[in-house]
Every structure is written in structure tokens, then in C-alpha cells.
């Protein structure tokens, strides 16, 4: 990683770490004070629903007074005290209850049966239940009124009306349902709802709001169980559709205690999100710009590290690369990397002038074993000319005859010497006019089988020990573009050096082989091998470790397999011998440099 | 002021009082009758064969007051009208009808036996009619034992085309102006019984229940219909409700899918939970009679022997055993029947107490399918077994195998007609209703009554006070 990466990762974590520990801090302490204001605005809400409720249970109570004092049931009341036929009143109810804006009347005969029920005309002669039951009571209470369809929870006041010694009761009340509900002034974010408590089990049917629809049960009723089961207030967190719902359930209790009805208070957690989602949010834009502001000054910190470290490694790279000519000159940064740029930039003019020295050297060098090569091949043929000159002065003395036949010698010899500098001379010419390939499709395969074929008389000769020969073709390298003549002379050359290396006899191995987008081609001996010294100048032009060799075999390989832009290159342990490799691509990115066939 | 001109004055205020009584009950003449009714009747013609069972009501009470028929049935049984004697051969398949002699038409010319004859060919064209002397002979083919209650019907009553090429009749009234709305009728002052005591009867037709109480109460009509529920209303109003003999059957009909015999417990425990005296003492206030038979006793004689087949119930136990869809019906009423509605409340409520949920379904559109109906039909005042193929062909009972009952048929195979549709339970009778009028303050007192017992007005024999003593 570089140094600016980590400068930046360093920034980055500092700023996110610390932008994390401050909005959580923060939303801990926003949720802490919501719950605090939703328990306070819970409890202000509960007890306006107790006054209200109050208020209501005065104001039925006080209907019911009015009822039990009017005229038409004091008369009812008589009447039926006189005649004992309650049947002509069976009608009265619904009157009643219009004119005192009541939901409920109910006219009870003293054994407890209807006379007349308001919200349930057709049944009368039967039992009624509470009114009969609780009619001691004064105030108003809570309590299941039946109905021809469901059964409505109702907030009921009872009086009892005297007729002589045939009490008549009165009964009646309103409601409590959604209109209940609307009287109570609620924040934006809570409601309130209820369950009417009027089945043995949790009905999804009997939970009302403020619109008069049955909400959304299901998350509500384990809560309402609980309830009505411990006849406890309860508060619960519980999930809703836009979030997690604050939820409270109030018991309503009757006249005996039981839960007739739960109130739920629910009070919605959107704003509490909400913030928390500014929170976080907020958290996430400063923690982005922190970021953003972090890595733009880290940038620029780093820059001013690293930048002149960069073109010094620029420098550096451009020099492997072979621009030699390349400085860093003056950077604008610290002293030490200032000294650094300097010292580099003089390390390079170093290495320039050592490479000069070198190349001049290495000329030098290669003209001192040009010289050394071109005195050896030449001395051998010049010694017996000399000799011969020698002979032929001396033989002028000798009488003619004689002379005669030292001349004829001396002739023989001198064009034999003449034809052996020719020979040397030629081949150095060869070395130095090498032909631009003729690129064509070619068989590698079939090019080592026609250099066995040429080679084999010379490899099996009677003076030499045995070489086995071992081709290993694989018939997938197919063809490649080649100079057919220019690889022959190649593997003649690998060929032959394998042979000569191995003196005792021994085996030769040919192997073609597919390779990455070309062939591979390798010649092994079994001979003695190469020294490291050796690996290392093989391929240079006059060197050679043979006693009558030119060390231009290799130098010619090596210049073809270069023109072909292939690889040559030695694996050789002493003692065991070695492998020449040849690689080569099926057609050389630089062919057009070549002659087309 | 002297004792002796206090007393005098006293004297005459007693005296004056008196008088006034004593006017308003006797009789006295004038007057325009208003009366309302329901339905709107497009035609008086007798013949003319009813819509529906609203004009057929309408029809039964304006037709007998400007056309007669040859016999009519009173509560005492069949009673001679235009006719005074008649006589049949063996086979009752032909009939001698003597007629009234002097019968003035309301052109004031003498009815014809051939014009009688040609009345009865037009609302029977199968029948051979014929005058013979001052009688007529009716041949009709096939016999029919019960012919003279049959001709006591509404479309047999005698109309003659008149000079203008109105229908015309014998009636105590007769036909002024007919249009859309409203039916103007004029004293017949000829009338061979007696002229009425009314100049004229005005009938507002097409006005709703609610409206013609309305209408009583606020005295912008004399006679009224009015439902059973609505009686103790008037009654608070010092206003007078008269009643016929019952005439009308409300009866629960189970549907096919509830008519099997594998319901027949079920069918059993919900019919015996009805409370039919609470719903005729309550809900109809004391205007019906609670009904075991289809045919009213009064019609019939036997409907206190006609009961449903006694067997098992189910238990409380085992109704709350019951699959909901077993417990829970479905019961159709009339929309427009608050009547009829009311009961089903009731029957709601009785079930209830059985552990049965009785839906009351009273549907304007479409609705689901309902497992029983709540029916109300209306019968003739005739003999019991044309009474009982009336009532039972208008309960439309599906899932019951037919009681074929020949007209004329004897008592015994009436009741037991009767008996077998009883007792599969797919039908069950609640209760027989009357008609009921509501009579207005102007209306004297009448001896006949302003409610004719089997059904329709009595308006010949009422008079209005104020009229002319």
C-alpha cells in the first residue's frame, strides 16, 4: 500500500470513527428524551380520557334522571302498575331514547324482563340482564349491551322508577366507540384506540379508531391479552408499518372489576426515527465530508512526501528501462529528500559514465579477441607459408632439378595456405554480412528430422563413440513463420555442439514442443556439461570451448533466434550436460521487418 | 248575573251539548268520503285480471262499490246479492241464478238478465251463459260444485258497458272521474238497498303507508290503510282502527337446501322457538292471530287440529355443536314490508335464545342466497280450500311435493291437503293477519262498520259528521 493510500485510510477511519461516536451519542440521547416526553404525553392523555369519560357518565347519569322523571314513563310506569300488561309499551323505548339523544333505553319490568328496549325492539319479554342486576348503582358504568348483530360496549346508567309495589326500571346510555375516541385531543404522532372486551376471545372485530375501521389487529392483540388477562396498564414497543409503535394498554374496568374494555394509546415512533434518521444521516453527510476533506488534505500532505519519491522512482524506472538520460533534477521538498533526488541524479551520471567506460571496454575487449582470433586462425595458415618461403630460398641453391621439385611443393603448399586464409577470412564475413530472414511457413518438426537426416553420417561415424539419438516431435506444433534455411543452420549448429560435447559418447535428445503462443524447441546432451562461467559467454561471437572452434556457432544461433524475436537460452549441470533451448512464435510480432517468402 | 239567567244559561249549554251528540250519532248525508289507498288501479274493469297482490287489493275495495257481484260471502257464509236463489244440477256443471228483480243500473235503466249474462261470458269465456227468464244459466263444462262462492269474486262482479261506453254496475256508487292518481265516485242515489250517506267518495290512489297515516292524522283523509304496527299510534289519538277477519297468512318458507329431511330436527327446533302469541300481542299489537294452519279457522273450522308433525329437537347442547353455517340463517323479508320485517326481528330474537343467529336479509338488489323467507300473502274470504290454493300457490314453496286439491273439495280432504304441507316443516305458519283501517275523525259511527269482515270498504253505510241529518 502506498504511502498515500495508508495517509488517506488513516484520515478516513480518524474522521468516521469519531463522526460514529458522535451520532450514536447523540441518538441514545434523543431516544432517551423521547421516551421521557411519550411516557408524560401518555399520562396526559389517559387522564383526559378519565375526565372526559367522567364527563360522559355525568351527563348519561343525568339523562336517565330525566327519563325516570318525565311523564311518559312515570305513566308507563302506573299503567303497568295498575293493569299489569306491559305489552302496549312496547314501543316506548325508541321514543325515549331519541328524545335524550341516547343510544340504549331500556324499560325493565320488576322480574327483570324487557317492556321495551330501544336498541333492540323485538326483544322484549326477555331478561335483561344488567339492568336489573346494577340498578343500586347512581353513577354510570361500563357495560355489554347486546344487539340484534354484535354486542356494543355501552356506558349505561340505571333508575329505578316507583309504581306502587311493581317497581319499573329504566336503563340506558350510549356508546363507547369511535365517537368516544374523537372527543380526546391527541399529539400529531399518537392515537388511540379500542377494544371493546364484550367476546370470551381477542376479536380483531372489537378493536375501533378514531375512523370507526377496524385497524390492523394482529400486532395488538398478544398486548390486549395481557391486558384483559391481568387487568394491568401495559406498555409495549411494537413494530408498525412506518416504524416501531410506543403502545400502552389501559384496562376499563365494569361495574364488577372485570375488563369490559382496553384503551391503547399508541403513541408512533416516526418522529423519534425521524430524528434519528436526521441523526444518522447527518452523521453520514459530515463523516462523507470529513472524508472527502480528509483525503483532500491528506492528498496534498502526501504529495509533498511522496511526489518527489515518485520521480525518483520515475527516474529510476526510466533508467532500467534504458533511458539513460534521464534526472530528477531540483524537487521542492524536505532536505532529506532533496538529498535524496541529488544523490540519485549523481548515482545516474555515474552509471552513464561507467556504462561508457564499459561499452568502450567491452570493445576494446572484443577487439582485442578479434585480433587475438583473427592472429590465431591466420597464424596457422601464414606458419607454413612462411616455412615454405624459407625452403624456396634456401633452395635456390639446389640444382635446378632439385629446385624444380621444392618449387612444385613449395607451390602446393603456398595455395594450400592461401585457400585455409580464404576459408577464415570467409567465415568471418559470413558472421559479419548475416542474411535478414525469408519468413515462410515451416514444420519445426520437419526441420529437425532434415537436420538429423544431413547430420546422422557425420554423428555415426566409425571414429566417434555411439550417440543415440531420441526425437521427441509433438505433432500439435503444426507450422510457424520461419526462415526454414536460417533455423536448419540453427539446429545443424545445436546439433553438432551437443555432439562435440559429448566426446564418450552419450545421447541426444530432440523435443518440439507447444507453447504459450508458440513452439519450443529443445536439444540435450548427456555430455559434460557447462560451468557457470561458460553459460555466461556461450553466446559471445569468438568465444568457444572447443580446440579448432571459431565462436561464431552460438553467436549465429543466437542472432537468428533474435531475428525470429524468439529466446535462446542454457540449462546445463556439469558433469550430467546440458539442454539448449529454443523459443520461438508462431508468427514474429516484427516479420514484416523480414523478407516475405 | 241572577241565579235564575245562570241556570237558564247552563240549561242551554247542556241542551246545546246534547244536541251535538246526539247529531253526531245519528246519521246524516253529504259529504265527500276521502279515502287512500296503496296501489295505483289502472282499470276498474272487473274482468280485468290483477298485477299483482297490491292491485288486487286495491281492486277488492273500490270494484264492490260501483259493481256487484251475484253472490257474496259474509262471515256468516255465502249470502245471495244480485242474485236471491240458485240451483244446480247433479254434477254442479249447471247452474240457475234467479236474479233481484227492479236492480237499477247507474244510467238508471233496469239491469237485464241478458246484460248479466254477458258480464259472466266476458270474465269466464269457457262458461256458457245464457238468460232464461229473469234468471240465468251458466253451463260450465266441467263441474264445479262451489260455483255461487266463486262467482261471490271481485272479477265476477256484473259491469255493463253504459250509453257513454263506461263500464257501469248495480253498485251503491258510481264511477265520476278515474285518471292516473285519483278515483272520484258519486252516490248512486238509486241504489236498490239504500242510497249511501256520503255525496261522494274521493280515492287518493298511490300514497305510502306512512303517508296515509300521516295523511289520517292530520285529517286530510277519512279512511286509511294501516299496518298492524302502527295501531297503538292511532289509538293515542283518540283515532278508531277497524279490522277485518283475518285475511292474511305470514309464514316462514324454508329454501330447498334447508327443506331436506335431514333438517327436519333442525326445521323443528327453529319453529318452536317462535313466540307467536308475544309477536301477535306486541309486535302486531294485538291485530293478529297467531296461525298453526295455513287456512285461518275462521275459514276453515279445523286449523285448531292442523299441527305440525311432532318429533325430536335438537338440544341447546347440540345447536352449539352446530357448524356456524348450520347456526347462522339467512332470513329474506320484503324490503317494502316493515310488517313482516318486524316479525323477523322477532324470530331473530326468539332463535337467538336456541342458540341459533337468525340474519334478517331485506334486500333492495342482489343479495346472497337466504336460507328461509319470511312470506306474507293475502287469501280470499272464500270457501277453505280454494283459501288453502291460493295460499299455498302464493308461499311459493320449493322443495314441497304438490297437493293437488280439485275446487269444491270436501273439508276433510282440505285438511288433509293442509296436514301434508304442514308437516315437513318447510313451511310454518306464524300468524294470520287482518286488514286494518284507520277511520278519521269526521267518520260517524256506522252499524256495518267501515271494514267489511272479509275484507274491503264498507263506505255505503258511513256518513260524515257535519253532513245533512
Known sequence: ?597 | MKPSISRCLALASVAAAAAGVMSAARPQYGGTLRAELEAVVSTLDPAHAAADQKDEAARARIVPLVFETLTVVQPEGLQPLLATAWESDAHGSRWRFRLRPNLVLHDRKLLEPWQVAESLRGAEPSWKVAPEGDAIAIDTGEPVPDLPWALAAARYAVAVRGSGGASIGTGPFRIDHVDASRVLLKAHEPYWRARPFVDAVQIDMGRRLDAQLTDLEGGRADIVSIRAIDSRRLGRRGLHVEASRPLELVALVFEPHRAGDAALAWRRTIAATINRDAICTVVLQGNGTPAQSLVPDWLSGYARVVAASVGPTLSAAAVAALPIDQKTIVLRVDPADAVTQAIAERLAVDAREAGFVIRVQAPIGLAPRADARLVRVAMPATTADRAFVQAIGRLAVRGLPPTPLPPGSMLEATYQAEQAAIDPLVVVPVVHLAELYGIGDRVGASVNGAARPTGGWNLADLWLQGGKP
Open chain 1, 1 to 597: 500500500m502506498t504511502l498515500r493510500a495508508r495517509l488517506f485510510a488513516l484520515v478516513a477511519l480518524v474522521v468516521a470513527i469519531s463522526v460514529t461516536l458522535a451520532t450514536i451519542t447523540i441518538s441514545a440521547a434523543a431516544r432517551r428524551s423521547f421516551e421521557e416526553v411519550d411516557r408524560q404525553r401518555t399520562r396526559a392523555v389517559l387522564t383526559q380520557f378519565r375526565r372526559e369519560f367522567a364527563l360522559q357518565a355525568e351527563d348519561v347519569a343525568r339523562r336517565i334522571d330525566r327519563l325516570a322523571a318525565s311523564d311518559a314513563v312515570q305513566r308507563v310506569a302506573v299503567d303497568i302498575g295498575r293493569r299489569g300488561d306491559a305489552a302496549p309499551f312496547a314501543a316506548e323505548a325508541a321514543p325515549l331514547a331519541a328524545a335524550q339523544g341516547l343510544e340504549f333505553v331500556d324499560l325493565v319490568a320488576a322480574d327483570g324482563t324487557i317492556i321495551s328496549s330501544a336498541e333492540w325492539p323485538a326483544r322484549f319479554g326477555y331478561r335483561q340482564p344488567w339492568v336489573s342486576s346494577l340498578r343500586v348503582r347512581s353513577d354510570a358504568f361500563l357495560q355489554p349491551i347486546e344487539l340484534p348483530r354484535e354486542t356494543a360496549l355501552g356506558l349505561v346508567a340505571v333508575r329505578q322508577v316507583s309504581s306502587g309495589s311493581r317497581p319499573l326500571y329504566i336503563g340506558g346510555g350510549r356508546r363507547l366507540d369511535q365517537q368516544f375516541l374523537r372527543t380526546l385531543t391527541l399529539p400529531d404522532d399518537m392515537r388511540a384506540l379500542l377494544y371493546r372486551n364484550v367476546e370470551p376471545e381477542v376479536s380483531s372485530q372489537q378493536l375501533v379508531d378514531v375512523s370507526g375501521q377496524a385497524p390492523p389487529s394482529a400486532r395488538f392483540e398478544p398486548l390486549i391479552a395481557r391486558v384483559r388477562q391481568t387487568a394491568q396498564e401495559i406498555t409495549e414497543t411494537l413494530d408498525a408499518a412506518d416504524g416501531r409503535e410506543s403502545v400502552t394498554g389501559i384496562p376499563l374496568a365494569g361495574p364488577r372489576g372485570d375488563v369490559l374494555g382496553v384503551l391503547l394509546l399508541a403513541s408512533s415512533g416516526r418522529e423519534l426515527a425521524a430524528l434519528l434518521s436526521r441523526i444518522r444521516w447527518s452523521g453520514i453527510g459530515f463523516g462523507a465530508l470529513g472524508v472527502v476533506v480528509g483525503a483532500a488534505l491528506s492528498y496534498a500532505a502526501a504529495t509533498q512526501v511522496t511526489r518527489p519519491v515518485e520521480q525518483v522512482a520515475d527516474a529510476a524506472a526510466q533508467i532500467a528501462a534504458g533511458d539513460w538520460d534521464v534526472r530528477v533534477g531540483d524537487v521542492q521538498a524536505s532536505r532529506e529528500i532533496t538529498a535524496l533526488a541529488g544523490a540519485f541524479d549523481t548515482m545516474a551520471v555515474q552509471l552513464v559514465d561507467q556504462r561508457v567506460r564499459l561499452v568502450q571496454a567491452e570493445r576494446v575487449a572484443a577487439w582485442r579477441e578479434l585480433a587475438r582470433r583473427l592472429a590465431h586462425e591466420l597464424k596457422n595458415p601464414l606458419f607454413p607459408l612462411r616455412i615454405t618461403l624459407d625452403n624456396l630460398r634456401r633452395a635456390r641453391t639446389l640444382p635446378a632439378s632439385e629446385f624444380e621439385e621444392v618449387l612444385d611443393e613449395s607451390l602446393a603448399t603456398l595455395e594450400t595456405g592461401l585457400k585455409n586464409l580464404n576459408v577464415v577470412v570467409g567465415r568471418f564475413g559470413d558472421f559479419a554480412r548475416m542474411p535478414a530472414p525469408v519468413f515462410e511457413d515451416v514444420s519445426p518438426n520437419a526441420i529437425v528430422e532434415q537436420t538429423i537426416r544431413l547430420v546422422r553420417a557425420q554423428i555415426e561415424t566409425a571414429e566417434r563413440p555411439p550417440i543415440r539419438i531420441a526425437l521427441d516431435l509433438d505433432p500439435a506444433c503444426g507450422t510457424l513463420r520461419a526462415d526454414s534455411e536460417q533455423l536448419g543452420r540453427v539446429m545443424q549448429n545445436l546439433v553438432l555442439n551437443a555432439v562435440d560435447a559429448m566426446a564418450k559418447g552419450g545421447e541426444l535428445t530432440i523435443r518440439t514442443v507447444p507453447e504459450g503462443g508458440g513452439v519450443r524447441i529443445d536439444v540435450a546432451d548427456t555430455g559434460e556439461g557447462l560451468t557457470a562461467e561458460e553459460r555466461e559467454r556461450l553466446f559471445t561471437p569468438y568465444y568457444t570451448t572447443k580446440q579448432h572452434g571459431t565462436g561464431l556457432g552460438l553467436a549465429i544461433v543466437q542472432s537468428v533466434v533474435a531475428d525470429h524475436s524468439g529466446r535462446v537460452w542454457v540449462d546445463s549441470v556439469p558433469g550430467r550436460g546440458s539442454t539448449f533451448h529454443i523459443e520461438l512464435p508462431r508468427t514474429p510480432p516484427d516479420v514484416g521487418k523480414g523478407v516475405p517468402a
